[in-house]
């Protein structure tokens, strides 16, 4: 075998076609998921809902992030490629048709789906060892393959087990889909992603859901009596967009050398915050949630948002790490939050306050940038 090549995680390479249209089925996968939420129970939302939440989005997320890794590394538009892909999307029509807040009784569709994934998953790396002339990516394929085929024995398992123990079964298999690979650190080092691909493909599926949560705001928009505080709602979304986009062009440093897992879990964090700031902001027109509730379910979800970023912070050009613009994101996140709650029965001020908090933070991010 030849030795690696230093230079592929500093090739230019962007998003497929193919690849682009794979990612259409989890945005109606993550609508779905999203919906889980958006039930609600003696003016809250139960603890039951948000675990399924999470868990959905962590085993969606996961499987998606392991296929982008293929991609990412090895992936081709050839017909063997593209036909891997378009196989997958095809069942994952039948596993997002699987996502119910009552998963006991889609249980068995949705392993099957997720056991045929993750076959197919190991199967690409199989395939790619035939290809594969640098001893570091030859060790990649076999981790990557291990897992996958590891997650796809455990899943099937769980559907031949007993109901009341099926689901030890699964969840070790959706922990071994998450932690699996880190024995396996020391190759992959070796044969970093590209972080470029990378990042486009995280952030092209992060758009994805700011427009989902944008679709969800404007149902909850009245033509017939327009009313000031849509402004302020907008402005909420609009000002975190505006954050994830400095932070994803300007802030990460798109020929860091990396194996990429910071990004899967900190994107992970940064979905289920839009998830769960999607339910914030449409009930926010409603009474159907107690307000204090309501309240810290909005700053719930916009602490995660920007946590997931923080913690992207080893990704970013070195003149960016500085740890006094989030200690000010923190100060202004508390001060609002204590107006929220000062001011909880006087109209919605809560919203007001929250969008000129985050239109702020906007703007520490940018004022850095343009330095």
């Not at 995280?202 to 017939?224: M, P």
Request: with cysteine; aromatic share 18%.
């Amino acid at each position: 075998m030849e030795r690696q090549p230093i230079q592929r995680h500093l090739e230019e390479k962007r998003a497929g076609f193919h690849e682009l249209f794979f990612d259409l089925i989890f945005v109606y996968a993550i609508q779905k998921i999203a919906h889980v939420i958006l039930h609600t129970h003696g003016g809250t939302i139960s603890a039951d809902l948000f675990f399924k939440y999470i868990m959905m989005s962590l085993i969606l997320w996961i499987l998606w992030s392991h296929q982008t890794f293929f991609t990412n590394r090895f992936g081709k538009t050839s017909k063997t490629d593209v036909c891997f892909m378009m196989f997958n999307l095809f069942v994952l029509i039948f596993l997002s048709n699987s996502l119910y807040p009552s998963f006991e009784k889609t249980f068995f569709p949705f392993f099957l789906c997720v056991t045929i994934m993750y076959v197919s998953i190991g199967l690409q790396y199989l395939v790619q060892l035939r290809y594969t002339r640098y001893p570091n990516d030859y060790q990649t394929c076999k981790a990557f393959s291990i897992v996958a085929f590891t997650v796809a024995a455990l899943s099937c398992l769980s559907l031949i087990l007993p109901t009341h123990i099926h689901y030890y079964s699964a969840f070790l298999g959706v922990f071994v889909a998450g932690t699996g690979l880190i024995p396996f650190r020391k190759y992959l080092y070796q044969s970093p992603v590209n972080m470029m691909h990378l990042v486009e493909r995280f952030s092209l599926l992060t758009i994805i859901i700011f427009g989902e949560v944008l679709v969800g705001l404007a149902s909850t928009f009245s033509i017939k009596h327009f009313d000031i505080i849509y402004i302020f709602q907008f402005l909420i979304l609009v000002s975190l967009f505006g954050i994830y986009w400095l932070v994803t062009e300007n802030y990460i440093n798109h020929q860091h050398k990396s194996i990429g897992f910071l990004l899967v879990y900190t994107h992970l964090v940064i979905n289920i915050a839009l998830g769960m700031l999607n339910t914030a902001l449409v009930y926010s027109n409603s009474n159907e949630l107690h307000r204090f509730f309501e309240i810290n379910l909005l700053y719930v979800s916009i602490v995660l948002f920007l946590a997931g970023l923080w913690f992207n912070s080893s990704y970013f050009h070195a003149h960016l790490k500085i740890v006094k613009p989030i200690v000010y994101q923190i100060i202004v996140i508390i001060v609002a939050y204590m107006m929220s709650v000062v001011f909880i029965n006087v109209g919605h001020v809560f919203i007001i306050v929250t969008a000129i908090a985050t239109c702020l933070i906007l703007a520490i991010y940018y004022l850095k940038v343009a330095e």
